[in-house]
């Protein structure tokens, strides 16, 4: 499928997908991540489905939240109800669970920035392939927040105290 901010292809009983945000380096928006969901609903249905490869357009990974957003929803009062930033966060986290529970192998192709949740949508992935450009970062943490919704996943991809040390830092590791 074209012009999606996913766009997704099925060669043969392999899925490949690309996140197509390109002029935002690929950041996690709403419909972004509802794409990624359905994505993961059709590649559970398949069962015929032997592996998802995922990468992102334009040079970069995924930069993580989309923060123009979070500035738009922090500069308005919280209506009543559920806060939009607990539901943006409680969506990616379902994605997080969703890509990590497919039945098939799940290949990333990292190149440029996997920066906060993009670290994280990286570390479900099974295999993660990085060029030479590849940077992983959680650089939240100098903005003041917490990585909260990606460190149970870094942690179980990266063990429990390179995760602290990476969050607590927010050092940049290249694909080496």
């Given amino acids: 499928s074209t012009g999606a901010m996913v766009q997704v292809e099925r060669r043969g009983a392999f899925w490949f ?14 419909p972004l991540m509802g794409e990624l969901l359905a ?19 334009g040079g970069h990974f995924c930069a993580g939240a989309d923060f123009d957003r979070f500035q738009e929803l922090m500069a ?8 939009p930033i607990v539901a943006h966060n409680r969506t990616f986290g379902t994605v997080l669970e969703r890509i ?4 098939v192998p799940t290949i990333g192709v990292v ?10 949508l990286a570390s479900v992935l099974d295999r993660v392939i990085a060029s030479e450009d590849a940077v992983f970062a959680m650089p939240e943490v100098t903005l003041g927040v917490a990585p909260a919704q990606i460190a149970p996943f870094i942690a179980r991809r990266i063990g429990a105290t390179r995760a602290r040390w990476l969050m607590l830092t927010g050092a940049r590791l290249d694909a080496n």
């Fill in 100 to 103: 990590a529970s497919l039945p």
């Fill in 17 to 30: 997908a690309q996140l197509n945000r390109p002029d935002k380096r690929n950041a996690l928006s709403e």
């Fill in 76 to 83: 308005s009062p919280a209506p009543a109800g559920t806060d």
């Fill in 111 to 120: 190149r440029g920035a996997a920066m906060g949740g993009g670290g994280g």
């Fill in 39 to 57: 994505l993961c609903e059709r590649v559970d249905a398949d069962l015929d489905a032997r592996a998802l490869v995922l990468w992102g357009a």
